[in-house]
């Protein structure tokens, strides 16, 4: 696992579970690149609860290099139910879709 602070996901939010969550910006390279655990904070909930939002990369083997991680936070897009986050490295485009949180 390789950790690392993308400083332009701090402060985006998405919805998920019918609750909104702010991301830290503190994202986990998993899997060799495989999966993103991010961690984010609920923002509209007075205890506001902390959890790690787990996304997936869309087109497997295409992934980051953890060896090279850098800060590539591209955008988040949503697709109906559907959410993304874009990851954008030179002239390559990763697409990952939030598939589960946990609550930590």
Same mark, same amino acid.
């Given at each position: 696992?390789?950790?690392?602070?993308?400083?332009?996901?701090?402060?985006?939010?998405?919805?998920?579970?019918?609750?909104?969550?702010?991301?830290?910006?503190?994202? /986990?390279?998993? @899997?060799?690149? #495989? %999966? *993103?655990?991010?961690?984010?904070?609920?923002?509209?909930? $007075?205890?506001?609860?902390?959890?790690?939002?787990?996304?997936?990369?869309?087109?497997?083997?295409?992934?980051?290099?953890?060896? /090279?991680?850098? @800060?590539?936070? #591209? %955008? *988040?897009?949503?697709?109906?139910?559907?959410?993304?986050? $874009?990851?954008?490295?030179?002239?390559?485009?990763?697409?990952?879709?939030?598939?589960?949180?946990?609550?930590?």
């Amino acid at each position: 696992m390789v950790e690392a602070h993308w400083g332009n996901l701090e402060g985006k939010e998405l919805r998920y579970n019918d609750n909104t969550w702010e991301l830290t910006g503190d994202v /986990a390279v998993l @899997d060799r690149g #495989d %999966r *993103l655990a991010v961690e984010a904070r609920q923002v509209d909930d $007075v205890r506001h609860q902390t959890a790690r939002l787990h996304f997936g990369v869309e087109s497997p083997p295409a992934s980051l290099n953890p060896g /090279a991680l850098g @800060d590539h936070f #591209d %955008r *988040l897009e949503k697709a109906g139910d559907d959410q993304y986050l $874009v990851v954008k490295k030179e002239g390559r485009t990763y697409r990952y879709e939030l598939r589960r949180m946990e609550y930590k």
